[in-house]
């Protein structure tokens, strides 16, 4: 089946401890992003790729990393310095620079220890 | 910053009603997408509206775009009970940035 895939479902994170989530798709698409979503909130842009080996940084992007070394893939790190971590996070892709529709992950609930 | 600002932001009707939803932002825009969003789920995508577009219809959805007004409308027609869900406005900028906007909650009463 043809889909993006986020892993794992639910993360939890200790103290100064740096956690990566995962992000893969195998829809060819180009562009590829990262949403932060607080409860009973909207989505917040974290950061997003349009091509490999480049992407740019969101609304929110203090505190995280990203790399896009293969199309398929787009890992978030959360780092320590990311203060309030807890959140759901989403990732989607797109076709066209993103000047499609997103097709999302169903997502990763992280949560602090 | 939410570039997107949704209306209301929450919303119960009775199961047949149309339900009504707005959506405003700020900068100019390559198109404006709606999603459905169940609880503790990823998006869902409803319709896409390009720019150069003032309104397209899918099934019971209808969208509107004013540009002028920097404002959107997305219209249910005879809601069912799984209609009940948030519904985002997103919109993609002229650097390609897609922001959301913070939703309408919608529930569809029996």
């Known amino acids: 089946d043809g889909g993006i895939t986020q892993s794992p479902k639910y993360l939890f994170r200790k103290e100064g401890q740096n956690v990566t989530l995962s992000c893969e798709q195998n829809l060819n698409h180009d562009a590829m992003y990262w949403y932060r979503q607080d409860p009973g909130q909207g989505l917040r842009l974290i950061y997003y790729s349009q091509i490999v080996n480049d992407f740019q940084k969101g609304d929110i992007a203090e505190g995280y990393s990203v790399s896009r070394e293969k199309k398929e893939s787009f890992p978030l790190t959360v780092t320590s310095a990311q203060k309030n971590p807890t959140a759901f996070y989403l990732c989607?892709?797109?076709?066209?620079?993103?000047?499609?529709?997103?097709?999302f992950g169903s997502g990763t609930q992280l949560s602090v220890l | 910053s939410q570039q997107g600002e949704e209306d209301p932001q929450a919303l119960s009707i009775q199961e047949g009603e149309n339900a009504t939803m707005n959506c405003s932002y700020k900068?100019?825009?390559?198109?404006l997408q709606w999603y459905r969003q169940n609880s503790g789920r990823g998006l869902v995508h409803l319709i896409l509206?390009?720019?150069?577009?003032r309104e397209k219809h899918s099934g019971r959805l209808r969208v509107t775009l004013d540009t002028s007004k920097k404002s959107s409308s997305l219209l249910i027609t005879a809601s069912r009970a799984a209609d009940t869900a948030s519904y985002f406005c997103a919109t993609q900028d002229r650097d390609d940035k897609i922001i959301f906007g913070k939703g309408t909650r919608l529930h569809i009463l029996p």
């Open positions: 900068t100019s825009i390559n198109n």
């Open positions: 989607a892709s797109s076709p066209n620079r993103g000047r499609e529709k997103l097709f």
């Open positions: 509206i390009r720019s150069n577009e």
